[in-house]
């Protein structure tokens, strides 16, 4: 490290990884930044492709605010390129924003996260980076990664000069854009001072001096996964919550209420829902189970991984309800499912709830029709597949289809269930769809977006999460 003399002119970034992440970060980057020349580069050329189309809406990522954004930096300091190689090449600063999920297999396995893109990586950039680097991993990653880079990317040549920083990204995918403008904080870790100037340089473009953190690597890296480690933990807290006001005749979104207005406990991230999901929640909350596993702290290990199971009750607890409230059995009943995003504006459907609901509704033999305005088929069905999941040649599994067409999902249904809290399903007039679905009808909320007063002059049967439910009704 006392080797690395940063690059003089910073002009040239290249992010490596043109996903959720890479896509809206280095989006407002260059349009803060008219100065730089930002290219996104990425192995999947499907995707570069997309990011590249005339079509604003055909980008791969679907984000409130993008495609402004890309209709002003695209063509004139943000780019999008398949060139890898090239790219890492000519950058001063390079991005590292790849996919890192839970590892399937060997060691560490459903726990740790698996490096292999980020090793991918920082060989491509030990072979054909040039002069001095500073390379930036934004990625989520386990605690101690910057240290892997380090050791791959200095043991090539004495001509090639790096230096790692850490700076987590902190943006919620539905916001990313507002995150990203207005961060609540950004935090830089790392050894080489001039480094971690040039990376705050650029952040204090648009960002206060005061919100920019700059801590050692360690400290940035183990923030990232404890700040998304309270944050679930606080998503699995209220969802606990939520079990005991249904027996009770409490109303959850009173008792959110509630406790939100004391300041030490505060307002945000305490809505109750299906479970949370996302990229990232899980996959932190794993990494950081095994590093207390790794470091001999199974007491703390326990104590998060409650967390998690929490997470999967509430998902379950959904499921065995549905089945229970439709007299025991789904075989040959039609389910809408109104959501498969993990939220709300997102096209994003990694980990969200309504994978392990639509598989739990099928596993009793569900007909199940699946809407969401954002999401595509493709998707569904490659997340069934990662999950070894919609298995019809099992004995009694149900069947699945998909349409952008509520009405149409909702026709004939024994019970509707909403997952992702779109803003389509909160307008939706049940006295209308009432008329359209089989009776007796029940609705399922599980994110307490629906239109209670036009449910109440319905005769449909509804069960709002956290709240004891309603079955007065006459048929
Ligand atoms: C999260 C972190 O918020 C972000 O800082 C980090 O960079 C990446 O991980 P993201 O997963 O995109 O962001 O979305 P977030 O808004 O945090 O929601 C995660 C999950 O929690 C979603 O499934 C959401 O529906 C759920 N959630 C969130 C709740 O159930 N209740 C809440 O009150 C908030
Ligand atoms: P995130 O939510 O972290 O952005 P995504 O899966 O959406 O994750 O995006 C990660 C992207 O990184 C993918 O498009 C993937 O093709 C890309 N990627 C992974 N490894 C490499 C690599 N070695 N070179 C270029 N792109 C890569």
């Not at 932190?284 to 290990?301: G, H, K, R």
Request: proline share 3%; glycine share 6%.
């Amino acid at each position: 490290m006392d080797t690395f003399t940063p690059p003089k002119n910073v002009s040239k970034i290249c992010c490596i990884g043109a996903g959720y992440v890479g896509g809206p970060t280095m989006a407002v980057i260059a349009d803060n930044c008219p100065d730089l020349k930002v290219t996104i580069v990425d192995v999947n050329k499907e995707r570069i492709d997309a990011w590249n189309s005339k079509n604003l809406k055909n980008l791969p990522v679907f984000e409130p605010g993008l495609e402004n954004i890309i209709e002003r930096t695209r063509g004139k300091n943000l780019f999008f390129s398949s060139n890898v190689h090239y790219e890492i090449q000519i950058a001063d600063i390079i991005f590292l924003c790849v996919n890192t999920p839970t590892k399937s297999n060997g060691l560490g396995a459903g726990k740790a996260s698996d490096l292999k893109w980020i090793e991918i990586c920082a060989r491509e950039i030990s072979t054909y980076a040039k002069g001095n680097t500073i390379v930036v991993e934004k990625s989520t990653v386990p605690v101690k990664t910057a240290e892997v880079l380090k050791n791959i990317l200095n043991t090539k040549s004495n001509d090639k000069f790096f230096s790692v920083l850490s700076n987590p990204e902190f943006l919620a995918e539905g916001s990313a854009i507002n995150d990203l403008q207005n961060p609540d904080r950004v935090l830089i870790g790392g050894e080489d001072q001039n480094s971690i100037k040039i990376l705050s340089q650029i952040y204090s473009k648009w960002v206060d001096k005061n919100k920019i953190i700059t801590t050692n690597v360690w400290s940035s890296e183990l923030s990232k996964l404890s700040a998304n480690a309270f944050l679930a933990q606080r998503i699995s807290s209220i969802n606990s919550i939520s079990a005991i006001c249904e027996k009770t005749g409490a109303d959850i979104k009173e008792v959110s209420k509630s406790i939100g207005t004391d300041k030490r406990i505060g307002e945000k991230f305490l809505r109750s829902g299906p479970g949370f999901g996302g990229s990232c929640f899980q996959k932190d909350l794993l990494n950081l189970i095994y590093l207390c596993d790794f470091y001999n702290l199974p007491e703390v290990s326990q104590y998060w991984e409650g967390v998690i199971q929490i997470n999967n009750w509430q998902k379950q607890r959904i499921s065995r309800l549905v089945v229970e409230k439709l007299f025991g059995t789904l075989n040959g009943k039609k389910i809408a499912i109104l959501g498969f995003a993990f939220k709300a504006n997102t096209n994003d459907t990694r980990e969200s709830p309504s994978i392990f609901i639509c598989n739990d509704l099928l596993e009793e033999g569900a007909n199940l029709h699946i809407h969401d305005p954002q999401v595509q088929e493709t998707q569904i069905i490659q997340e069934f597949k990662d999950h070894s999941f919609n298995n019809p040649n099992k004995e009694g599994y149900g069947s699945w289809e998909f349409s952008k067409d509520i009405d149409k999902v909702i026709k004939d249904a024994n019970a509707a269930i909403i997952v992702t809290e779109w803003d389509e399903y909160s307008s939706i007039n049940w006295q209308e769809k009432e008329k359209i679905m089989s009776k007796p009808s029940w609705l399922f909320d599980t994110r307490l977006v629906s239109n209670s007063k036009s449910l109440e002059k319905t005769n449909i049967t509804y069960w709002r999460l956290g709240n004891k439910i309603n079955e007065d009704k006459n048929y």
